[in-house]
């Protein structure tokens, strides 16, 4: 099992910044990585960023070069998002997957409006 707990939504205005945190525990082993889907309203589930455990980074077109992925040696993971638009408003959640099994933290709501 392994647990996912995030952190860091809230509202923001259009232009401005947040940064996401979540903590990964249990049983991580390796290759493994961990990431960050979004959700808005009304539609579905989309990936938004990734990082391997060797820190290899990957980012949908939609949030490439405005929001950063990072993570720590306690394998906890940031989503640094800067420049944001309305159009990021989201429930953003966690994502841990390995060879055999894959994890969701319960969720974090950016609201991105004047």
């Known amino acids: 099992q392994v647990q996912l707990v995030e952190s860091g939504g809230g509202f923001v205005q259009p232009g401005g910044s947040l940064r996401l945190s979540c903590a990964a525990s249990?049983?991580?082993?390796?290759?493994?990585?961990l990431g960050w889907y979004r959700q808005a309203p009304g539609k579905q589930r989309e990936f938004a960023a990734f990082i391997s455990n060797h820190g290899t980074a990957h980012y949908a077109d939609s949030v490439k070069a405005r929001f950063t992925i990072s993570r720590d040696s306690r394998n906890t993971v940031y989503l640094q998002m800067d420049s944001l638009k309305p159009d990021d408003t989201a429930v953003y959640f966690c994502?841990?997957?390995?060879?055999?099994?894959?994890?969701w933290g319960q969720g974090t709501l950016v609201t991105v409006s004047e």
């Open positions: 249990g049983t991580i082993v390796s290759p493994h990585s």
């Open positions: 994502h841990y997957v390995d060879a055999h099994f894959e994890y």
